[in-house]
């Protein structure tokens, strides 16, 4: 009867179900359980084989540069990062309520790696997430206007409940890019969270974006009521070597 159970299990795809009913088995303890417990631990072991399966689907889906978590970011080097200011967005509440994040700094001072922490954090309580770095995001939405996809990825984009654009700011927007740039923003507006990464200070974002009343527009819906994160000092790579 127990092969014949686990084979029902492996046709059902019940993967989590199986291994804790084949583990339960061989450790012997099942004459210990009552049948309600015994169902119940079978049933939270796919339920949570299942979740975990979602998660990494996500987190493969958002594209992160590298692996980052919230657990390991340095809170000891100085610069000015407040601990308890950051662990308000751990959980993630800020994605359900459609706000944005700017985090600024110089080169290497962490600014990605809190974005990407972020990132996974959404992913784990279940937020769609999508990672670009700002050229390829470009690159990509030039290429498919060339062949003519370029309407399927921005409703892809506007689909994600979190965007990280990283890297923002290493070089002023043409015409195409603004265009661009201000369409993502507008269909997220006050629906959908952002998180930018930049060493450019917000305050000059205005000069990089370019062209007066499309900056104006963009950052308005944009940073006006935006978290922000402005990390100083050095680069924490230079320290590390």
Known sequence: ??????????????????????????????????NDEFINLLLQAEWEERENKKISRRLQ??????????????????RGLDKTYLMRFADASFV????NIMITGATGVGKS?????????????GY?????GTQKLFAM???S????????????????DLLIIDDFGMQPLDQNMRMMLMEIIEDRHQEKSTIIASQIPVGKWHEIIGEST??????????HTAHRIELKGDSLRKKKN
């Open 1 to 34: 009867m127990t092969h014949e159970i686990v084979q029902l299990m492996q046709r059902l795809k019940l993967t989590g179900m199986q291994a804790s009913f084949q583990g339960l088995i061989q450790s012997k303890n099942t004459s210990s359980l009552g």
């Open 61 to 78: 889906s958002a594209r992160f540069r590298y692996r980052a978590s919230m657990e390991e970011i340095d809170y000891i080097t100085p």
């Open 96 to 99: 359900k309520k459609g706000e």
């Open 113 to 125: 790696y809190i974005a990407t922490a972020l990132g996974h954090q959404a992913c784990l309580f």
């Open 128 to 132: 769609r997430t999508a990672y670009y």
């Open 141 to 143: 939405l030039k290429m």
């Open 145 to 160: 206007k060339a062949d003519e996809s370029y309407i399927k990825e921005i409703k892809q984009l506007e689909k994600q």
């Open 214 to 223: 499309i900056a104006d527009a963009i950052l308005d819906r944009l940073v």
